[in-house]
């Protein structure tokens, strides 16, 4: 510190922590806070890593909670129908079809793998979705998937299929870049726990799909990553790689993490189905930390029962895992909806709110399935106050960054980029940020009083605060392609403030997805609705019209 605080100054401090004090109040800060500068200054000589975490955790549990009964855990007995000659068609199948094909004889995995590959040659070059590609360890693996089926070793449904890992998971010898610059040459000596568990389970690693930078929209080194749908526009964020791979059929599926919107926006911006597992479920070894009380792992696929499939295969707390939680996972593909209750918000399907056509037509498909539908109320509070909890976290993770100025290597530099984020996070105050941790957990009490009445909730993506709500008390989500809507000829506005335009553009006819959230825990109850409100839609199967 040069020179003494004085009054002056906490009247122009006052300003920024938007808080007035007396000229006397002034006089007594300007005595005392000398040492408190001192103190913030001394800590921060001391520099954490990446995996360092806070001693306060989060956990979404309330003091009653009662963890969900097991239940069956089957997948849909379908017959895949013969093997089509055209490459496409095998690309674009989802899980369950590939999976069978694979288990028959029809399909092997190193051909399915070099479809894949020949694909990303293709296209990646105008998506931006892949970081890094890895064919010679794809087909290694590929190799080994189909040894082992040989042999009569049966690993489940994931065995022989290939995948994307967003890149912020580390992976072996392969550089894991977080999307932004100070990193992109950083390659791990280890494997992330959920691409181990995919190893296991004989999964096939393509590669690593792109992210925008530190997790935040869909801008990095390499570009800015593509909707499938309307190269004009971006894929929507953060993992806007593993979502434009799955929907220009690049991979089989792909894994993606969700802070803040982060599965479930790409999802919708490029017609995937996004699944949001409850927090501290899957692993998060080896994952770039971003926010430890918000972030979770779950998988991007191209329909309901894939993700199913490959949160199967991530389930499950490690031991030693701070914020792991280990619960039991279920899903019944024969059970049925009788007496499910389904709660939604109607102001989230009005015009006023930004609903679509497409969103209120998902309601009424899902009224047509028998079950019972509530109107749900939630109660008046300062949710949007809640990000800064998102902020201040994000801010401390990547202190580094900013005190040693690397933050200026990133691409993005606007005024809802990180870098600035960052900075004006250093002006939040302590005590507001545990005020704000008060208001979070009202917030969950409020949740956990709406699914005591309901089993689950219904409502477009980002027109009612339960994107937020649900991501800060941990609560699932599945997000899934209901319709299509016309773009305009504007990209439509992603989460993280990008620039508006890719580049000029005509109307474009796009998909459009619905929501819907769960009970802590209790992802097979979501995902068999998820299931049967995909099959009444009928629109998952439409594919982009990209040329190879």
């Not at 000398?34 to 003091?63: C, H, M, V, W, Y």
């Not at 979705?129 to 794809?138: G, L, N, S």
Request: proline share 7%; hydrophobic share 45%.
């Amino acid at each position: 510190m040069t020179g003494k605080i004085k009054a002056a100054d906490i009247a122009a401090a006052e300003v920024l922590a938007g808080v007035r004090y007396t000229e006397g109040e002034r006089a007594l800060i300007a005595e005392g806070i000398e040492a408190q500068i001192l103190s913030a200054a001394a800590r921060r000589k001391l520099s954490f890593d990446n995996a360092d975490l806070p001693a306060l955790r989060f956990d979404p549990r309330l003091g009653d909670f009662s963890m969900p009964a097991p239940g069956l855990l089957r997948f849909s007995d379908i017959d895949p129908g013969p093997l089509p000659e055209d490459p496409e068609d095998i690309a674009f199948a989802p899980v369950p079809v590939l999976a069978a094909w694979l288990a028959r004889g029809a399909l092997t995995s190193r051909a399915l793998t070099e479809i894949y590959l020949a694909r990303i040659e293709a296209l990646n070059p105008r998506l931006f979705c892949f970081a890094a590609v890895t064919p010679h360890r794809a087909l290694a693996e590929a190799d080994r998937a189909d040894q082992l089926r040989a042999a009569g070793t049966d690993l489940g449904p994931l065995q022989g299929i290939p995948y994307a890992v967003k890149d912020l998971f580390d992976t072996e010898g392969i550089a894991t870049g977080w999307g932004a610059e100070p990193f992109r040459d950083c390659i791990p000596d280890s494997n992330a726990a959920v691409v181990e568990r995919l190893h296991e389970a004989g999964a096939v690693l393509l590669g690593k799909s792109s992210l925008g930078a530190l997790a935040m929209g869909d801008v990095w080194y390499g570009g800015t990553t593509r909707n499938p749908w309307n190269l004009n526009e971006g894929s929507g964020g953060s993992s806007a790689g593993s979502a434009s791979a799955v929907a220009a059929g690049l991979c089989g599926f792909a894994i993606g993490t969700e802070t803040m919107g982060s599965i479930t926006n790409p999802s919708q911006r490029c017609g995937a189905t996004g699944l949001r597992p409850s927090f501290g479920r899957v692993p998060r070894r080896g994952a770039m930390v971003l926010c430890p009380s918000l972030d979770k792992i779950g998988p991007i696929c191209r329909g309901v029962e894939d993700t199913a499939m490959v949160l199967a295969a991530l389930n499950g707390a490690e031991p030693g895992d701070r914020d792991g939680i280990d619960a039991p996972f279920g899903y019944d593909a024969g059970a049925g909806l009788e007496g499910l209750r389904l709660g939604y918000l109607p102001a989230a399907f009005e015009d006023a709110a930004g609903a679509t056509d497409v969103d209120r037509a998902a309601l009424e498909a899902a009224r047509g399935l028998g079950v019972t539908l509530k109107e749900i109320r939630l109660p008046d509070l300062p949710y949007g106050a809640l990000m800064e909890i998102l902020s201040a976290e994000a801010a401390a993770i990547f202190e580094d960054l900013t005190q040693s100025d690397a933050d200026d290597l990133l691409t993005r530099q606007d005024v809802g980029a990180w870098p600035n984020r960052f900075r004006m996070a250093r002006f939040l105050s302590a005590v507001d940020h545990v005020q704000l941790d008060r208001l979070r957990f009202r917030v969950m009490q409020a949740m956990d009083a709406v699914f005591r009445d309901v089993d689950a909730v219904i409502g477009p993506f980002n027109t009612s605060p339960m994107l937020l709500i649900t991501n800060m008390t941990g609560h699932p989500c599945l997000h899934l392609r209901a319709g299509f809507v016309q773009s305009g000829t504007r990209p439509r506005n992603t989460l993280g403030a990008q620039s508006p335009m890719i580049a000029p553009g005509t109307p474009y006819r796009v998909p459009h997805g619905i929501s819907l959230w769960g009970r802590l825990f209790d992802e097979g109850t979501i995902l068999g609705l998820g299931r049967a409100l995909e099959a009444r839609l009928g629109v998952a199967a439409e594919r982009p019209g990209l040329p190879d």
